[in-house]
């Protein structure tokens, strides 16, 4: 964390990215391989991977196949040095609307995966001259939207293990932070606005709630992404960029007034 000379390129640096077969993941495993990263996606279904990036089959819910997928990453490529934190799910519904084992279950995979996975890693980012990681938070980790409780609850949690993360190594040179998407054109959202009653209806819906209009592209996070994992943000940890329309921070007056 320490260089001075400020470069974008992730030459012969490793990265893992979980979740890297579809949507953001696919696009941050697609963005950092294009700026010199050798990649490693896990993911629970690697059969949308691009096969030209080396791909485990891990589930982030499940310590022991995460484990075994590290040292696998590890025994094929001699380092570690980033690691994307992106795998997740989503939940609908107020707080009433899911039981107790779904609430376990998402929790599980989308904060205590990525503290599996980033263990697991760390004795690999502690030897990298270049070590960071960045964890797939979103709009609502800092905004109340309806429907959302569980999903919420989960990605706030998010948030504050990125901070805490990055306190706790920031001595060890790993940096530690988050990007927060608003609503992005992935097949999640495609799977969401299939089960609505009017898709057209509920895109249009989903696209004016971002004051820019229209749904974040998954390069647009794979960009920030890239920024944040880089040795250009050598003095930049425990934050996070949020890559939403102006969501989170932007009050328009309605068009025309
Ligand atoms: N799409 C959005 O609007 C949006 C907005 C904000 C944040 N996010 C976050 O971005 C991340 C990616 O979302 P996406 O829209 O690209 O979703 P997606 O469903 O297109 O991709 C998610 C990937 O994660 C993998 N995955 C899911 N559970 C896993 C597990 N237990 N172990 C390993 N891999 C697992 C899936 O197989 C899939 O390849 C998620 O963390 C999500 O919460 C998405």
Same mark, same amino acid.
């Given at each position: 964390?320490?260089?001075?000379?400020?470069?974008? &390129? =992730?030459?012969?640096?490793? *990265?893992? $990215?979980?979740?890297? +077969? @579809?949507?953001?993941? #696919?696009?941050? !495993?697609?963005?950092?391989?294009?700026?010199?990263?050798?990649?490693?996606?896990?993911?629970?279904?690697?059969?949308?991977?691009?096969? &030209? =990036?080396?791909?485990?089959? *891990?589930? $982030?819910?499940?310590? +022991? @196949?995460?484990?075994? #997928?590290?040292? !696998?990453?590890?025994?094929?490529?001699?380092?570690?040095?980033?690691?994307?934190?992106?795998?997740?799910?989503?939940?609908?519904?107020?707080?009433?609307?899911?039981?107790?084992?779904?609430?376990?279950?998402?929790? @599980?995979?989308?904060?205590?995966?990525? !503290?599996?996975?980033?263990?697991?890693?760390?004795?690999?980012?502690?030897?990298?001259?270049?070590?960071?990681?960045?964890?797939?938070?979103?709009?609502?980790?800092?905004?109340?939207?309806?429907?959302?409780?569980?999903?919420?609850?989960?990605?706030?949690?998010?948030?504050?293990?990125?901070?805490?993360?990055?306190?706790?190594?920031?001595?060890?040179?790993?940096?530690?932070?988050?990007?927060?998407?608003?609503?992005?054109?992935?097949?999640?959202?495609?799977?969401?606005?299939?089960?609505?009653?009017?898709?057209?209806?509920?895109?249009?819906?989903?696209?004016?709630?971002?004051?820019?209009?229209?749904?974040?592209?998954?390069?647009?996070?794979?960009?920030?992404?890239?920024?944040?994992?880089?040795?250009?943000?050598?003095?930049?940890?425990?934050?996070?960029?949020?890559?939403?329309?102006?969501?989170?921070?932007?009050?328009?007056?309605?068009?025309?007034?």
């Amino acid at each position: 964390m320490g260089g001075t000379e400020v470069s974008s &390129a =992730l030459d012969g640096l490793v *990265a893992i $990215v979980t979740g890297g +077969a @579809s949507g953001i993941g #696919a696009a941050i !495993a697609a963005r950092l391989h294009a700026d010199g990263a050798h990649i490693a996606v896990l993911d629970r279904d690697t059969s949308g991977a691009d096969a &030209a =990036l080396a791909a485990f089959t *891990a589930d $982030v819910s499940d310590r +022991a @196949s995460v484990d075994a #997928a590290v040292a !696998a990453v590890a025994e094929r490529f001699g380092r570690i040095d980033i690691v994307v934190n992106n795998a997740g799910v989503g939940a609908q519904g107020d707080i009433s609307a899911n039981d107790d084992d779904e609430w376990a279950r998402v929790l @599980s995979i989308n904060v205590t995966g990525i !503290a599996r996975v980033t263990s697991a890693a760390l004795p690999w980012l502690k030897r990298s001259p270049s070590a960071s990681v960045c964890n797939t938070a979103s709009i609502a980790s800092t905004t109340g939207l309806p429907q959302r409780a569980l999903y919420s609850a989960s990605k706030g949690a998010v948030s504050a293990l990125t901070r805490a993360m990055a306190a706790d190594h920031l001595r060890d040179g790993i940096r530690v932070n988050a990007v927060n998407p608003g609503t992005a054109d992935t097949p999640w959202v495609g799977r969401l606005l299939d089960s609505a009653a009017d898709p057209a209806a509920e895109r249009a819906a989903l696209e004016a709630r971002q004051p820019h209009g229209r749904l974040v592209s998954p390069e647009e996070v794979a960009a920030a992404v890239a920024y944040l994992v880089s040795p250009a943000a050598g003095s930049t940890t425990g934050t996070f960029i949020e890559v939403d329309g102006g969501m989170a921070q932007l009050r328009l007056r309605p068009a025309g007034s």
